[in-house]
């Protein structure tokens, strides 16, 4: 039933996307609450699998920031839990640094498995949707191939971007 609930959402959200009307909802949010919640979410996954998450969050950025804490929280979640997915043992890590310009805090997330990788003739198409790679492969993983094209909405939404380098 949660992946069923998963993909509804993945296509309304998608659907949203397309047709123009996703908007943020801006408020103030705790970063550390927020990075406490998905790391309990993400922890059962990670466990299931015998993966290790790891959170290295740099303590000298601030706890409150303005933003649309549930679209973050959207991609971190996705990004978490392609990354487990895709990983049959080892390690997922999220770090987190920040720079400061003008009196803001800019985050810099990053997200770095152990995982089988992306080819990199496949990197240039992992925001199309319905996209997924290595079917033969990875027929054991689940998933619909809409979450990385809903995370780089709203990273554009966001005035954000996704960097993705990978070693297969």
Same mark, same amino acid.
């Given at each position: 039933?949660?992946?069923?609930?998963?993909?509804?959402?993945?296509?309304?959200?998608?659907?949203?996307?397309?047709?123009?009307?996703?908007?943020?909802?801006?408020?103030?949010?705790?970063?550390?609450?927020?990075?406490?919640?998905?790391?309990?979410?993400?922890?059962?996954?990670?466990?299931?699998?015998?993966?290790?998450?790891?959170?290295?969050?740099?303590?000298?950025i601030p706890s409150g920031y303005n933003?649309?804490?549930?679209?973050?929280?959207?991609?971190?979640?996705?990004? &978490?839990?392609? +990354? $487990? =997915?895709? /990983?049959?043992? !080892?390690?997922?890590?999220?770090?987190? @640094?920040?720079?400061?310009?003008?009196?803001?805090?800019? &985050?810099?997330? +990053? $997200? =770095?498995? /152990?995982?089988? !990788?992306?080819?990199?003739?496949?990197? @240039?198409?992992?925001?199309?949707?319905?996209?997924?790679?290595?079917?033969?492969?990875?027929?054991?993983?689940?998933?619909?191939?809409?979450?990385?094209?809903?995370?780089?909405?709203?990273?554009?939404?966001?005035?954000?971007?996704?960097?993705?380098?990978?070693?297969?």
């Amino acid at each position: 039933s949660q992946n069923l609930l998963g993909i509804i959402n993945d296509i309304l959200d998608f659907s949203k996307i397309e047709s123009g009307k996703m908007e943020l909802i801006m408020g103030d949010y705790d970063i550390r609450s927020l990075l406490n919640d998905i790391y309990n979410m993400m922890q059962i996954r990670a466990k299931q699998k015998n993966l290790q998450l790891v959170f290295e969050i740099d303590e000298q950025i601030p706890s409150g920031y303005n933003g649309d804490d549930k679209r973050i929280r959207q991609v971190l979640t996705n990004l &978490l839990s392609n +990354a $487990i =997915k895709y /990983t049959e043992k !080892g390690t997922v890590t999220l770090s987190l @640094g920040c720079t400061k310009e003008n009196g803001e805090a800019i &985050l810099h997330y +990053a $997200i =770095k498995d /152990t995982g089988i !990788g992306i080819k990199q003739e496949d990197i @240039g198409k992992i925001y199309d949707e319905f996209q997924r790679f290595d079917i033969s492969r990875n027929r054991h993983v689940e998933g619909t191939g809409l979450g990385m094209n809903i995370v780089q909405q709203f990273l554009k939404l966001m005035n954000s971007d996704l960097q993705i380098t990978s070693e297969y």
